[in-house]
């Protein structure tokens, strides 16, 4: 275990992708023998350290290099439940130092022409290019040392092809380009729902699962392979709807994308047509069925997606940096976790995902409203609910072996008197009904929250698609110009 990093377990550094000069390879040893013992480093070569409170985010098993997955616990970590969540003790440990605000500062994906290498050499480097002599003037400065400092690291963090900061970022337009912005920015409370994609090339159920919706929502999500499982892609899901009069949110999984299939992906995707793309990082394959696929690390996290996205659409350019002639519009959405590690932390995770150009959430699933209240406080103390639409999100439960399965999925938390009435209904035969009273009641008091920064209701059924229409309408919750269907098409 190293001295400063918690959890660490040993592993071995990375090799560099090209050969090194003699004096580089003994900078890289040098580095790495003080380095590997007080932090846990693996010469990823693209070192972070100050900015998270001197622990390593590459423990993360994910890779995640701008904050915690969804999944985020006090105890240990999901996808390795012997080591704690690395950063949720980043967290932890900024707060106990008071640096809390150096997390807020987007972070690069790693540049792979670093990896395995040193990080010292590009240090002395800006150091030369600024001047020795003014270095040490502006460190031996307390009024300068920290202006100097951001001067000789800044650069080193933030190359030139990404440039990420802790501001927000207004988008260029405020021209609606879907229908769920254009109901969001009208004020509605608005209703989406998720189906689950099919398993096989059949959409037969997918396309009544779609009508059967349509009328009583606003939008329809589709997941992108949900629990590392493979099914119809989002993009595929989302083009039917758009065919079928329905307004899809497309879901895209930082865990399958690398940064250059993402581009290309939501190239494609807006010129099908979608005009909603929600970026998540993805469950990890630890959830997936065996054989398993890599589980050492993504390529970008949501963040990084939500960053390079943005600036597509409202700088013109790709990552590296080439002119997009025609650039995508799309309204651009994040998931957001109220109940995953402490809401204060959690805040700062999601500021962030709106600084890098979120512009509505739809939330991790909710069964205590006061807890999400505690979280939405957290939000307001950072000044970030008008600056993005949330969107709560539900699922009815079905059994009480459903809602013990619940408290098991990262980031959901089922209320113990949730607990209690669905064991009741369980054993007096009504479980079904139970939960869906259950969900009626969180719809009515979300939909309470209207002035105090929610927006909507995000509802995921779980494989129970036809209950929609009944909580939406029992809930109250009807859209504007609702036009009861055909019964016979139903």
């Known amino acids: 275990m190293s001295i400063f990093t918690p959890g660490r377990r040993w592993q071995p550094a990375y090799s560099p992708f090209k050969k090194e000069t003699f004096g580089k390879r003994v900078l890289e040893n040098v580095e790495y023998a003080i380095k590997s013992p007080l932090f846990g480093c693996r010469m990823c070569g693209n070192c972070l350290l100050q900015e998270t409170a001197f622990i390593c985010p590459m423990e993360c098993p994910k890779g995640l290099r701008n904050g915690p997955c969804g999944g985020s616990t006090p105890e240990y970590c999901y996808v390795d439940k012997t080591r704690p969540c690395v950063w949720y003790k980043i967290y932890e440990r900024s707060f106990n130092m008071g640096r809390q605000e150096m997390l807020m500062e987007v972070m690069p994906p790693l540049d792979w022409e670093k ?33 100097t400092w951001q001067s000789i690291f800044r650069p080193v963090r933030q190359p030139d092809w990404w440039q990420g900061d802790d501001a927000y970022h207004t988008p260029k337009s405020n021209e609606p380009v879907s229908e769920l912005e254009r109901a969001l920015r009208a004020g509605k409370f608005v209703v989406a729902c998720e189906i689950a994609p099919p398993l096989s090339v059949s959409t037969n159920k997918l396309t009544s699962n779609i009508e059967l919706v349509k009328p009583y929502v606003t939008a329809i999500n589709f997941t992108d392979n949900a629990s590392a499982t493979p099914r119809m892609t989002s993009w595929a899901c989302s083009k039917i709807a758009i065919e079928h009069g329905a307004e899809p949110v497309m879901q895209i999984a930082a865990r399958d994308r690398t940064r250059a299939s993402l581009q290309a992906e939501i190239l494609g995707a807006t010129a099908l047509g979608m005009r909603n793309i929600l970026c998540v990082t993805g469950d990890s394959p630890v959830l997936a069925p065996a054989p398993r696929g890599r589980m050492d690390g993504n390529d970008l996290d949501s963040i990084q997606m939500l960053w390079i996205l943005r600036r597509m659409r409202d700088e013109g350019h790709y990552l590296d940096g080439r002119e997009i002639k025609f650039p995508p519009k799309f309204f651009l959405g994040a998931a957001a976790s109220p109940y995953a590690s402490e809401p204060k932390f959690q805040a700062i995770r999601e500021q962030k995902k709106v600084n890098a150009g979120a512009q509505f959430f739809q939330t991790n699933l909710v069964y205590d409203v006061d807890r999400m209240e505690v979280w939405l406080n957290e939000l307001a103390k950072r000044d970030i609910l008008n600056k993005v639409f949330i969107l709560v999100g539900i699922t009815p439960l079905k059994s009480y072996k459903m809602a013990l399965h619940m408290n098991e999925v990262p980031g959901v938390t089922v209320s113990e008197a949730i607990l209690k009435r669905m064991e009741a209904a369980d054993a007096a035969g009504n ?60």
Not at 118 to 145: F, H, P, Y
Request: proline residues 5%; charged residues 25%.
């Open 115 to 147: 990896v395995g290498t040193e990080t010292w050499g590009d240090v002395v480097d800006q150091i030369r290019k600024i001047g020795t002599g003014n270095v040490l003037k502006g460190l031996a400065s307390s009024e300068k040392r920290n202006a």
């Open 431 to 490: 479980a079904q009904e139970e939960g869906v009273q259950v969900a009626l009641e969180l719809a009515r008091k979300i939909k309470g929250y209207q002035k105090q920064g929610v927006h909507g209701l995000h509802i995921m059924p779980v494989m129970w698609e036809e209950i929609i229409p009944r909580i939406v309408r029992e809930a109250g919750l009807l859209p504007e110009g609702f036009v009861p269907p055909d019964s016979n098409k139903n």
